[in-house]
């Protein structure tokens, strides 16, 4: 499977345009300037590039350095120090913890927008689970993210970017930070109700998908957490879901496909090695703690 992860990652440098980047809008579309390289949905520079880091590209590609430097140049706002769609849904925990995990992924160390974009959310982002626990701030009229239950795809995005972050470059601050990103999800049991743990918190965030753009499935946060080295009662729970989706013949299946994708991986409903891949990871790595199942090659 290693080939064909390859030519995935291939197939995905083919279709970009002369000038290393992905599709994009042209001047007449209603989204531009603010939207360019974030849309088209899923095939832009900022998708491709998550979509890369999610297949395991070669950090080192040379083809990289371009579009995500254009990129972080054109989607950064100076005047707050994070990455932005200018006033729109200001300021977007998800997109500045998509933009850390790409800076963390293919490149040595921290620049300094990043450095910003970690002194901002350290001090503003939130961690309310349906009402504000915390002193409004002046970024809670964008309810969509600082709303009465803070968006929790801002949340996990931000503990994926931290996660990529060497741990010699985590300061207290940032420190502080992921453990409340890690208080959050534990406290949901990765993807249960706070108030019901019986019921899954978000819908479809219980079906198994691959890659995670913007919205996570449960699989990634475990995953996240792995890369952590988190382990609490907390997960049981989610552990036992992923293992009861296990095949008799020990793959998992892709539950949900995101559509619009610069290339497939993989039909709805069939065994997908990247989602079996990530799910043996956490299978075999929390074994000890929801007792062993065999291991199964990939």
């Known amino acids: 499977m290693r080939s064909h992860r390859q030519q995935l990652i291939e197939k995905i440098f083919a279709s970009r345009r002369a000038d290393g980047l992905w599709q994009v809008i042209p001047p007449t579309h209603k989204s531009y300037p603010d939207y360019l390289h974030y849309v088209p949905n899923y095939r832009a520079s900022l998708w491709a590039l998550l979509l890369l880091a999610d297949l395991k590209c070669d950090r080192n590609d040379e083809r990289i350095k371009t579009p995500l430097e254009t990129v972080k140049h054109h989607l950064f706002d100076a005047s707050y120090g994070i990455y932005s769609l200018k006033e729109d849904h200001f300021p977007i925990p998800c997109l500045n913890?998509?933009?850390l995990y790409l800076q963390g992924y293919f490149c040595d160390d921290l620049d300094e927008k990043s450095k910003r974009v970690i002194d901002f959310f350290c001090k503003y982002q939130r961690f309310d689970d349906g009402q504000y626990e915390e002193p409004k701030n002046q970024f809670c009229t964008?309810?969509?993210?600082?709303?009465k239950h803070t968006c929790y795809w801002g949340v996990v995005k931000l503990l994926k970017g931290i996660s990529f972050i060497p741990k010699v470059s985590r300061k207290e601050d940032l420190l502080k930070l992921r453990q409340k990103c890690l208080d959050f999800v534990l406290k949901h049991k990765v993807c249960y109700s706070s108030r019901r743990p019986a019921r899954i918190m978000i819908n479809k965030i219980d079906a198994?998908?691959?890659?995670?753009f913007y919205k996570a499935d449960f699989l990634e946060i475990l995953w996240i957490l792995k890369r952590e080295g988190v382990s609490s009662e907390a997960l049981l729970p989610a552990l036992e879901l992923l293992r009861s989706k296990r095949r008799g013949d020990g793959q998992w299946e892709l539950e949900r496909k995101m559509n619009n994708m610069l290339v497939s991986i993989g039909s709805i409903n069939q065994p997908n090695f990247f989602i079996s891949e990530r799910a043996q990871e956490v299978?075999?790595?929390?074994a000890d703690l929801v007792g062993a199942e065999p291991n199964v090659n990939i």
């Open 283 to 286: 299978v075999d790595y929390y």
């Open 97 to 99: 913890g998509n933009m």
């Open 142 to 147: 964008n309810t969509s993210c600082y709303g």
């Open 208 to 212: 198994l998908t691959f890659p995670n």
